[in-house]
């Protein structure tokens, strides 16, 4: 039956979502303990766990399609239609309970992503800081057209 593939496909894209949340937790560690030299390596894990996400969520959306058209609904019905809709029995609790870890799951997602890109602004930021800190000072030009590295103008008045 239809309905127990979509809820075992939806069972993997909630361990999916945990894999991530955790990936992004690891990130987050690597960015606040300074260690940015593993970066590329956490964001090369995030990147392989949401190609696997994407793909699952694929093969859920094919899955809800189908028991959607079984119970008389549009294909394209989402998670709380097909809820609304189930025949008697755990069906519409399970269906509930999934999107309702779904969500939260997102939401949380959601707040490490952005709590994240927040570390990464700031790491760029400090990064530009310490390079323009490094660049040597321009100086300034004397009477033949040379810089002056002494770093010392001065403005001379010659009204006086």
Known sequence: MAIHELSALLWRERELLDVLTFKLEEEQL???????QWLPHGTKEVE???DRLS???LARTVEAAAVAESWGLPSDAGLNQLAEAAPEGPWAEILRAHLSALSGQAALIKEL????????????RS?????ADMR???GTYDSHGKTDSSGSSQ???RQF
């Open 30 to 36: 690597l960015l606040t303990s300074g260690k940015s």
């Open 48 to 50: 392989q766990v949401l």
């Open 55 to 57: 793909q699952a969520s």
């Open 113 to 124: 992503r952005d709590s994240n890109e927040q570390f990464l602004r700031a790491a760029v």
């Open 127 to 131: 990064t530009q800081e310490t390079l």
């Open 136 to 138: 040597p000072a321009t």
């Open 155 to 157: 403005l001379f008045d």
